[in-house]
């Protein structure tokens, strides 16, 4: 690990500004992903951020009747919350699937939502990997790809967003709340906060420099059953090969969001829409231009079964 000069800040706003004035820096929180990539001399930030001593581990509900989440809100914490568990049920489901317990005890919302990707070359430093090293090649596209992209990916990048949890977050429709350094709050849909791959894979969100994640607000609570399904090669401390989130009304309509699939969770509202004639009208609107590898191309059906398998259950 390379030698890095560490702080604590008091407000979020001197967080951002600190970002900004040392170049290289990052803030960390949690640490489960950063801290790992750091012994790994993936990330090597000349500063962190010690953002844990800010007032952003509560979850309050808004005058909208949704609720405010902390950026520091620890995974535990929130699967366990009962408003959550109550009118939120695909989002504990999806926490509670995701690593393991000592790791949701430490790991935070924002962090869950920034983690990186798992591709096996970006860990490797000996193999190209484009996110890593910008125009240096992609070694998944000719190489080992069984858990990689089958939608949205690009000739540059096919690696997975491998957070449980987001999912569930664009499902309901989560908004982020950001403070940058200049003190300016703005709001992020998370369905605009993943950035396609495209000839850039390694920036990989909607943040510009030293912004800060402080909350994440959920809309009011929309009823219906609440399901999260993810499949993996073993029952526990695995990323998804296809996870599958869904909200039903007994009306038969709803909305579902796909993980496993691409560099972000996996939405469509047009496919949404589709859901009261079927899931494989869900399904074909959803992988209309998916381009899998030889190596992933049982993700589609896998994808189809599990959703046509979860909209069934949702029914009743």
Known sequence: MKAFTFERVKT???AAESAQ???GAKFIAGGTNLLDLMKLEIETPSHLIDVNTLALNKIE???EGGLRIGALVRNTDLAADSRIRRDYAVLSRALLAGASGQL???ATT??????RTRCPYFYDTNQPCNKRLPGSGCAALEGFSRQHAVVGASRTCIATHPSDMAVAMRLLDAVIETVNPNGQQRKIPLADFYRAPGNTPHLETALTSGELITA????????GTHIYRKIRDRASYAFALVSVAAIVQPDGTGRVALGGVAHKPWR???ADRQLSNGSQQVYERLFADARPTPENEFKLILAQRTLASVLTQARG
Not at 110 to 115: P, S
Request: proline share 14%.
């Open 12 to 14: 979020p706003a001197e």
């Open 21 to 23: 004035r040392n170049p």
């Open 61 to 63: 509900s808004t005058d």
């Open 104 to 106: 949701r005890n430490q």
């Open 110 to 115: 924002a962090g869950n939502l920034l983690q």
């Open 216 to 223: 994440i607000t959920l809309s009011p609570p929309l009823g």
């Open 268 to 270: 469509l509202e047009e």
